[in-house]
């Protein structure tokens, strides 16, 4: 991967070497790229490119109503976001903002807040083991308790974007009678 500047050591270090991350330069090659890292043709390119220009043109927009987009042009209003932050938001699909990189995750959980023990579609698990028929949990109730995708120093607070994944994991399970 060609170098690029700005981009701090330890970050160019994954980028180089980690095994888990794909890093290319158009949308259609990173998608391959992470298609060829899984062995699975999960994802649908054209609908990936329509997510990221609907993202780009969010962002683009002043006046976006997005959340997210919202919450972080609300930050780097205040001086001390604004001073400290490394990189202002950018275009995805502007090339100029360097290349595109992909993350695999990997589920795991390091650690328990209590709650129910499910599986990896969100179905209770009995004593043996076994699935509860017709019940489901999600988020901490479900033993979840933030770990995992976060890494090992995940901080308390961070876990909704996984609690709120692992509904829809459920409720998709629920969905196709799983």
Do not use: W
Not at 96 to 116: D, E, F
């Amino acid at each position: 991967m060609a170098r690029v500047r700005g981009v701090q050591a330890p970050v160019r270090a994954f980028m180089d070497q980690g095994e888990n991350l794909v890093v290319r330069r158009t949308l259609k090659d990173l998608i391959a790229g992470m298609q060829e890292l899984t062995g699975d043709a999960l994802l649908d390119p054209e609908t990936v490119e329509r997510e990221v220009q609907a993202r780009d043109a969010q962002l683009a927009n002043a006046l976006s109503k997005d959340a997210q987009l919202t919450a972080v042009r609300g930050a780097r209003a205040f001086l001390g976001d604004r001073l400290l932050r490394v990189a202002k938001p950018a275009l995805i699909l502007d090339p100029a903002a360097g290349p595109l990189v992909a993350v695999r995750m990997n589920i795991l959980t390091r650690k328990s807040l209590g709650g129910l023990e499910t599986d990896l579609q969100g179905r209770v698990l009995d004593r043996r083991g076994q699935p509860i028929p017709g019940l489901y949990a999600a988020g901490e109730v479900s033993g979840f308790g933030g770990g995992g995708v976060h890494g090992y120093r995940s901080l308390e607070g961070t876990f909704l974007g996984v609690c709120l994944f692992g509904g829809q994991v459920a409720g998709g399970a629920v969905a196709v009678g799983i």
